[in-house]
Nanobody
Framework: QVQLVESGGGLVQAGGSLRLSCAASGSIFSINTMRWYRQAPGKQRELVASISSGGSSTIYADSAKGRFTISRDNTKKTSWLQMNSLKPEDTANYYC???????????????WGQGTQVTVSS
């Protein structure tokens, strides 16, 4: 069974920083794309950042460019989202996503974490 566990959320003042972590565990052969999404109350879930399997390619939402950095360590099966210069509009529940192969010949499946709350006060 595969699990994604996020951590690092919390309450921070505007202009501050937080570092979110997403650790994968369980029966994992390889982890492909890893992403961070967020969902604010009353809004749809939106993609924040994405990183390729080797870490060489990243994609950011316009709202995250220049402020957030996604990274990963495949040996630790972990992804991070470094968030700087946080704004009140960044307040949301942040979710980790990963495309994971549990066996060599198995198709990649989508997995989600339970979410971690980020609240930015003005």
């Amino acid at each position: 069974q595969v699990q994604l566990v996020e951590s690092g959320g919390g309450l921070v003042q505007a202009g501050g920083s937080l570092r979110l972590s997403c650790a994968a565990s369980g029966s994992i052969f390889s982890i492909n794309t890893m992403r961070w999404y967020r969902q604010a109350p009353g809004k749809q879930r939106e993609l924040v950042a994405s990183i390729s399997s080797g870490g060489s390619s990243t994609i950011y939402a316009d709202s995250a460019k220049g402020r957030f950095t996604i990274s990963r360590d495949n040996t630790k099966k972990t992804s991070w989202l470094q968030m700087n210069s946080l704004k009140p509009e960044d307040t949301a529940n942040y979710y980790c996503y990963a495309s994971i192969m549990t066996m060599k010949s198995a198709p990649s499946l989508n997995y989600w974490g339970q979410g971690t709350q980020v609240t930015v006060s003005s």
